[in-house]
């Protein structure tokens, strides 16, 4: 079986945590202002692709491929997105676990195979 999610092109992991001080003055670590935007388009469009009807999340061994369309000419290290991308489908439930994954492919694909940004598929 398949799941195939078209998602927001994701910011890098490397931008997806800030630090700070809380008010006493302890030492946090909180999610940045881009990554909350993303998540929000992200969950947004996972509620409108999701199938259809009763979806069981995916407890079993599987493989993903993640297909990034460049928003721009930057240079970018296309594994810096992979984790964002994985982290996310397990958030929203469609797998249970990223250590079931056997297999996780990430590469640049034209802007047609990836209209907005990303496309997610997930083979199980």
């Not at 003055?25 to 929000?40: A, D, E, F, H, Q």
């Not at 439930?93 to 802007?111: A, F, P, Y």
Request: aromatic letters at 8%.
């Amino acid at each position: 079986m398949i799941v195939i999610i078209d998602l927001p092109f994701p910011p890098s992991q490397n931008s997806i945590w800030k630090v700070g001080k809380s008010r006493s003055g302890k030492r946090i670590v909180y999610r940045s202002k881009p990554y909350i935007r993303w998540l929000r388009e992200a969950d947004a469009q996972w509620l409108v692709q999701k199938p259809r009807g009763l979806f069981k999340t995916i407890d079993t061994p599987f493989r993903v491929r993640i297909m990034l369309s460049r928003p721009d000419k930057r240079s970018r290290d296309c594994d810096n997105l992979s984790k964002v991308a994985v982290d996310f489908i397990q958030r929203v439930g469609i797998i249970k676990n990223d250590s079931l994954s056997e297999e996780t492919r990430v590469g640049w694909v034209e802007d047609s195979e990836a209209p907005m940004g990303m496309k997610v598929v997930v083979n199980y």
